[in-house]
């Protein structure tokens, strides 16, 4: 079923305010919202821009945040992993 222009709209916003309020990365509010990272990138890089622009400008902030944050977050994933691991042996 396509989803209206309108529908599309508000679902930008919804999820770029999301995003900012929790601070969140794209993968955690497309598990939130039940949607595809693709989805939830486009929605808020392409869709929100031409919505919302002042929205717009503070999740391009926020997603050039976590894009530098990420091997952070990979490494510490990691860790939590293997230690894990070792704690069952």
């Given at each position: 079923m396509k989803m209206s222009a309108w529908g599309k709209r508000e679902r930008c916003v919804m999820l770029g305010e999301y995003m900012l309020e929790h601070q969140a990365t794209?993968?955690?509010?497309?598990e939130v919202f039940g949607i595809s990272k693709s989805t939830v990138h486009k929605d808020v890089t392409q869709g929100?821009?031409?919505?919302n622009k002042a929205l717009y400008i503070e999740v391009q902030a926020?997603?050039?945040?976590?894009?530098?944050?990420?091997?952070?977050?990979?490494?510490?994933?990691?860790?939590?992993?293997?230690s894990e691991l070792h704690k069952e042996r």
């Open positions: 794209v993968r955690s509010v497309a929100l821009q031409s919505v926020l997603l050039n945040k976590n894009k530098q944050e990420r091997h952070l977050r990979g490494g510490e994933a990691t860790r939590i992993k293997y």
